[in-house]
């Protein structure tokens, strides 16, 4: 009879949550399950029919709570396992991901009275329509020179949780009174499973502006909005988890719905990027993990506390305790891709690739590979989603520059491909030049399939490319987390060097083509700082007008 135990990892993305079941011994990865979110990102119109303006993405609770009652047994039924071996459960969230919530952790969605508003539903991260509060906050911030702001690179996103919640306060004042907990889902999942409230020190330092253990000031928050001066005090502030510490023990009720056994550690919550980091061992200074999916998140841990311009943030403990964690990111890297796909292909392509049993980002990847750098003779810029590293601006917008009537769909899908890679290397060349060196890049997420993409990533870095060897790398990270809390291992560096998983230097950079996209990169920075710093904020109009004919049509902001 096996003595083996196991700790099941739960990662909740943007459409969908993975449950994972990996052995703590050697961290073999035995079974694993996928429950695809009912309503997916709530965008155009509430569940009960109300339309949403532009730049909203919502999410229902409920949806997360049925991956702990779908894809978790499911996991462990497929692992094959006794469920009485699992000692520790762990989850991991997009972030900024939060919801308002009653004080029993009710969320308001859920509540009758609210179930047709709008600001009572998870504001999922890609929700960017809180840029103008974001603005406000920033420019009062440098005016009264807070000395948290550089710890942000110098400005707060609109993702983040200051911004959402003054939104709320701002457009529906009712739903903010009503409101007694804003808290991340990254906490609100892990209070439906052991019954307790436990505000993760990840998300609070990162997307809360909880830096040296204070929030920004009463009187600061006044100056924003009068109604916003006690929003710390009365529906934010809650004591801080450790990240690896049990949060609490899973309840009877949770166990029922998981199949797990009632009592076992439930981790303190985590973000699905930073809780990477482990499972791609990289918990040494100058690590950094780039986690490409929807958008990228770059996190990494240095000995050092430097400013580095557009970060979105370095946080004391925020990856591995006893280091500064740093992160930054890109808005839209495979939400551009999959863009492209659905809207920029021709039928002959979408018929090519279905005779063939392959996918349009396959077949457009094979025909982008046979080209030379530069041959389609374009640049992009990749912002569809705003930019997250290194301006922080989410009404930022994409470009291609150079097409031509010879121009065809595989040319823009590899400068797609390219401008991501680009955007990479401003954040890489930032974090240098600001006294904070990468010494290793690691590639984790669903991209690094595409061998391509790595390729271009590694020419356009001139690095090495590790790549996380795990295609569930948050779940994989939070099941490390998991045997942690659940104490079979003393902290999160031990745990990461058994359990965690990496293939070092996968792809290496080609002198040639790195020496070619140099000179397109220089032409992608001037693009970037005419765009995004310079003396045409075209995007912006473009984005006003286009609010202004939604309103006037009576399908935009009220």
Known sequence: MSNDKYVVGVDFGTLSGRALVVRISDGAEVGSAVHEFPHAVVTDALPTG??????????????YREVLQVAVPQAVRAAAIDPADVIGIATDFTACTVLPATADGTPLSELPAYANRP????????????????????????????????????????????AKALQVLEEDPEVYAATECWLEAAD???????????????????????????????????????????FV????????????????RLTAQAAAWTGLPEGIAVAVGNVDAHVTAPAAQAT??????????????????????????????????????????????QSGVGDIFGWFTRTGVPAAYETEAKERGISVHQLLTERAARQAVGEHGLIALDWHSGNRSVLVDHELSGVVVGQTLATRPEDTYRALLEATAYGTRVILETFRDSGVPVSELIVAGGLTKNRL?????????????SVLASEQGPALGSAIHAAVAAGAYPGITTAAKTMGRVTRAAYLPDEERAAAYDALYAEYLRLHDYFGRGPNPVMKRLKEIRRSALNAAGRGES
């Not at 609100?188 to 990162?206: E, F, H, K, M, S």
């Not at 929030?215 to 109604?227: C, D, I, R």
């Not at 502030?237 to 510490?245: A, C, N, R, S, T």
């Open 50 to 63: 109300e339309a949403l303006p532009p730049e909203w993405a919502l999410q229902v609770p409920q949806d």
């Open 119 to 162: 600001h009572a539903y998870v504001k999922l991260w890609k929700h960017h329509a809180a840029q103008g509060q974001a603005d406000r906050i920033n420019e009062l911030a440098r005016q009264r020179g807070e000395a948290w702001l550089p710890r942000y690179g110098g400005l707060i996103s609109s993702e983040w949780e200051f």
């Open 188 to 230: 609100w999942i892990v209070w439906q499973l052991c019954g307790r409230y436990v505000r993760n020190a990840c998300t609070a330092g990162y997307k809360g502006i909880l830096q040296d253990g204070t929030y920004p000031t009463p009187e600061f928050l006044a100056a924003l909005n009068p109604g916003f001066a006690r």
């Open 233 to 248: 005090v009365d529906k934010l502030e809650h004591p801080i988890g450790q990240l690896g510490e049990a949060a609490g």
């Open 284 to 329: 040494e200074p100058g690590q950094m993990v780039a986690i490409m999916g929807t958008s990228t998140c770059h996190v990494m841990s240095s000995t050092v506390l430097r400013e580095v311009p557009g970060m979105c943030g370095v946080v004391d403990g925020g990856i591995i305790a006893g280091l500064w964690g740093y992160e930054a990111g």
């Open 453 to 465: 993409l790595m390729q271009i990533y590694a020419d356009v870095t001139r690095m090495p490319l």
